[in-house]
């Protein structure tokens, strides 16, 4: 491979056998190397190439700046992200999740620890993506001597949970996706005077369903079916209960973000509190 421009030391952009320019990385790679000189293949240890040339632009202004060892931890937590989450991420997440880290660790050097309000409710409805962050803080303290949590636990899950969406409107959704997870489920436990099972499988039913439909409200879309005024009129009278509560929800979508909740929306929802509570 050929240089194309180097970027410190350790970093290089570089143009493949292919004529595909790709950012290689490895102790001493680029050191004294000007354009068109060929590279020592036995110094580079990674090579990264991001199809989409803004995020490949951001990538490499990032390695300019942060340590070799902190771009290592975040390649290493989203290799381990690919395997505990199973889906597939956008190429944004190689530069958040660095940065992010990077700037974490300086923080925690300087003694300033961040307080994350949803830490327990992003715990609870993303368990996979949590379960993430907690190994990245794991691996984050052992290799630069620092000593995150879980309130960074939960703001590295938020990137992997914004990640998860190739649509650029749906990322950086999260937080608020959390609040109306968490607004919706408290209704229901109020309306019904009750606490759930959080491991039971009704209750992973009705988080899911919540997810997606708190992913609705915010983009202003609905259900594409057409709408079953005869099956929702049925379900009215035979889950009464359930109806109202369901009918709670939509009044507070309507005044908290506008959003009318159609009848096939107050369907689903009115079938997956009735799953949830039916042995109450």
Not at 18 to 38: C, E, H, R, W, Y
Not at 147 to 154: P, Q, S
Request: proline residues 2%; charged residues 30%.
């Amino acid at each position: 491979m050929k240089v194309k421009r180097t970027l410190n030391n350790n970093a290089a952009i570089a143009t493949n056998h292919n004529g595909i320019d790709v950012l290689v990385m490895g102790p001493g790679v680029a050191f004294g190397k000007q354009p068109n000189d060929s590279l020592d293949m036995k110094k580079v240890e990674k090579t990264l190439f991001l199809k989409n040339e803004s995020t490949m632009n951001k990538f490499t202004d990032l390695v300019i700046d942060v340590p070799m060892e902190q771009i290592n931890i975040a390649e290493r937590i989203i290799n381990f992200a690919k395997m505990k989450i199973g889906k597939k991420f956008n190429e944004i997440i190689y530069v958040n999740l660095t940065d992010h880290i990077h700037m974490a660790i300086q923080r925690a050097k300087d003694g300033i620890l961040l307080n994350n309000p949803m830490k327990w409710d992003i715990a609870r409805f993303y368990p996979d993506e949590f379960a993430v962050g907690k190994k990245a803080v794991e691996v984050i303290n052992n290799s630069e001597q620092v000593t995150l949590g879980d309130d960074e636990a939960a703001f590295i899950a938020i990137h992997f949970i914004n990640a998860e969406s190739e649509d650029s409107a749906q990322q950086n959704q999260a937080y608020e996706i959390t609040k109306i997870i968490k607004k919706c489920e408290s209704i229901v436990k109020d309306f019904f005077n009750t606490e759930f099972d959080e491991e039971s499988l009704n209750y992973y039913r009705f988080i899911t369903n919540l997810k997606f439909f708190a992913q609705r409200v915010l983009e202003n879309k609905h259900y594409d079916d057409e709408e079953d005024a005869d099956l929702l009129n049925t379900l009215e009278h035979r889950y009464a209960e359930p109806y109202k509560c369901a009918k709670k929800i939509k009044d507070f979508i309507f005044e908290k973000y506008n959003f009318t909740i159609t009848s096939s929306e107050l369907l689903y929802l009115t079938v997956h509190i009735r799953r949830l509570v039916k042995n109450l």
